[in-house]
Every structure is written in C-alpha cells, then in structure tokens.
C-alpha cells in the first residue's frame, strides 16, 4: 500500500501563489521606457507578441515537472545501488533551476530519500511541503510527489493486475492519481507512471510487459474521463518508450478523450520562438529526455501529457526539457516541465 501523506507535512505556509503582475500603470510605464524610438509598426507587433503570453487578469500561473532521479536511494538494505553524494546534490540543482511547483519523481528511495530530497530544496529556496509516496510491487524504487500546493485525495494503483501468457503479472511501480489544488477555484488531477524499462527479464517479453502496463494505465485514463470529460488531467512520468510506439498510441489514445502531448523541448533547441503545439512536425527542436547506455543512445520516453480540459490552460512558451551544464551527474535522465495558468476567480 502507498505510505499515507502524514498530518504533520500537510501544513500551509502562507504563500501568496501565482507570478506578479505588474499594475496596469506600470505596465504601461515599462512598456513606454521600453519601446521608445521604435517605429509603429514595430512597437505594435512587439505589443501584439507581449499580449499573447501576458497573463489573464485573475490567472496564475504553475508549473509541473516529472523527473526520473535514477536511484535515489539511501538504504543499504536496498538491492538498488546508493545515490551519491555529488549526484543527489545535482538532482536539488535541477529542481531548483525549473521552480517546480509540483513535481512527481520516478526512481525515488525510501520516504526518508524524499525527506531528504525534499528539505534540500527547502534550504535552498523552494518549499514544496505537501508530498506522496506509493509503494508498488518494486519495493526499491518508488513514485513520489512533491508539492506547493495541497493534495486534497489521493488515489493510489499499487495492485494493479494483467494477464501476459496466462500468467497474472502486477504492474511493478503501481500509478499515482492525485488531486491537487491550486486555489479555491482550480483543481486538477495528476496520474504519475514509470513503465517497464528496455532491460530485458527472463520472466517476460520487456516491451509486452511495458503495452500491457501501459493499456492498465489508460483505464485509469479512461475512468477519470468517463467520470467528468473535461477533467483537468495531466498524465506525466517515464513510460520507457518513444513516440510511435504501440505503448505511446495506448497511453495517447484517439477521439475525444485522447491526450496531448506537450512535446517538451530545449529553450533555443533547434528553433527561435517558444513551444505553441505538440506537433511534432514543428520546427526541429531538442526533445531528447534519456540517455541509454546500452545502445548509446538519446532518447524522448518522458512525457507530459494533457486531456482537452486542461489544453485551453497550458503555456507552451513555459513548457521545455532543462539542458544543464553535466545534467548526467543527477541522472540518465532529464527533467522536463510545463506551465499552465489557473484562474484564480
């Protein structure tokens, strides 16, 4: 069973939320000190852009990451090797640099890894008080959450079963379904996954075991969607598989209660601009999330995937893969994240 998210974690303290905006004068002010000598057609079109991405009147804005930690772990017990010292250092850095203000976790240790984790970047300037932490049929290796905002239910999948050849398997890091809240008036869910990985098992086929994991977790999806079909639902995690994969085409689904893919990308990675569709057929960019030693390879297998209630919200311009200067001393993989605005009334 996932460990409770205990009492004395779940406490407020105090933030205001959301970025500053600027009054409606200052605005102006800046904007005039900005753009002075420009001619008119420049200076509208340049107005035209900043109104674009301002933020609504009575919205704010957050931001949502997933990060695989690779083995944070601190018990020797574990048959996992310890994370060391230097590598989770980094982890705290790459948090630090996104500003998260929830992030789900995959690989995390013990809730004492989290802790640890969790008060790291609390000393450093980011305080995400409210945290979950699910335990599956991997007892190494868990799911984690941390966030600004509070968990309001939790839903854990830590049983979840199917068939492969006859034989009944358990998905091995369980999913978790979260509710979150960001203000009195906006609320979304979170389903966080880390799918089977590419190593291979003598007890089944790995990219079977990963299809079938992947096809109970959009039941999950489809419950959620059943229930309420404009659900603010984001779907996050390491699903081990790329884009055109039969696990992907699962997971995304079709019709009107298919996902979409934010499709992170590097901030500069390949084009000028910021990300305004999941389309991968933009502009080249740098989407790459994993390193695969095995095969020297790169790799995009860490999503953030929307339902259509949550599109109209998302900000592509605040949706990207961190490039970070040894980003592989933290982990083999990379943290990707995406901002959205809430309406606060």
Not at 11 to 23: D, E, I, N, Q
Not at 70 to 76: A, S, T
Not at 103 to 118: H, P
Not at 269 to 282: E, L, V
Request: proline share 5%; net charge neutral; aromatic share 8%.
């Amino acid at each position: 069973m996932g460990t409770p998210i205990t009492p004395t974690l779940q406490h407020s303290v105090g933030f205001s939320g959301g970025g500053a905006r600027l009054p409606a004068a200052g605005a102006r002010g800046m904007l005039a000190g900005s753009f002075a000598g420009m001619n008119t057609n420049c200076l509208w079109l340049v107005l035209a852009v900043w109104l674009a991405h301002a933020a609504p009147a009575g919205a704010q804005l957050f931001r949502v990451a997933t990060f695989n930690v690779e083995n944070y772990v601190e018990d020797p017990a574990s048959r996992r090797p310890l994370k060391p010292a230097a590598a989770r250092a980094k982890v705290c850095e790459s948090i630090l640099a996104l500003k998260p203000d929830v992030i789900a976790l995959e690989e995390m240790g013990s809730t004492n890894a989290l802790m640890e984790l969790q008060g790291a970047l609390k000393k450093s300037g980011l305080d995400l008080p409210f945290w979950d932490h699910i335990t599956g049929y991997d007892t190494n290796i868990h799911l984690a959450l941390l966030s600004r905002f509070p968990i309001v239910a939790r839903h854990p999948h830590t049983n979840e079963t199917y068939l492969l050849g006859a034989r009944r398997f358990t998905v091995s890091r369980g999913f978790m379904e979260d509710e979150i809240k960001v203000n009195t008036n906006y609320k979304f869910t979170l389903v966080a996954a880390h799918l089977k990985s590419k190593v291979a098992s003598e007890v089944a086929d790995e990219q079977e075991w990963r299809e079938e994991e992947a096809a109970v977790l959009r039941r999950i999806i489809d419950a959620r969607l059943a229930a309420d079909p404009e659900e603010r639902l984001i779907v996050l995690g390491d699903f081990n598989d790329t884009q055109d994969s039969r696990t992907m085409k699962s997971i995304l689904g079709r019709g009107k209660t298919a996902l979409f893919d934010t499709r992170p990308a590097e901030r500069g990675g390949g084009s000028a601009g910021p990300q305004t569709t999941g389309d991968p057929a933009q502009p080249r960019r740098t989407t790459w999330t994993d390193f695969y030693a095995k095969e020297d390879s790169f790799s995009r297998i860490d999503y953030i995937l929307i339902s259509h209630g949550l599109q109209k919200d998302w900000r592509g311009e605040e949706t990207y893969v961190l490039n970070l200067p040894d980003w592989g001393v933290a982990s083999d993989h990379r943290p990707l994240v995406a901002g959205f605005m809430a309406a606060v009334k």
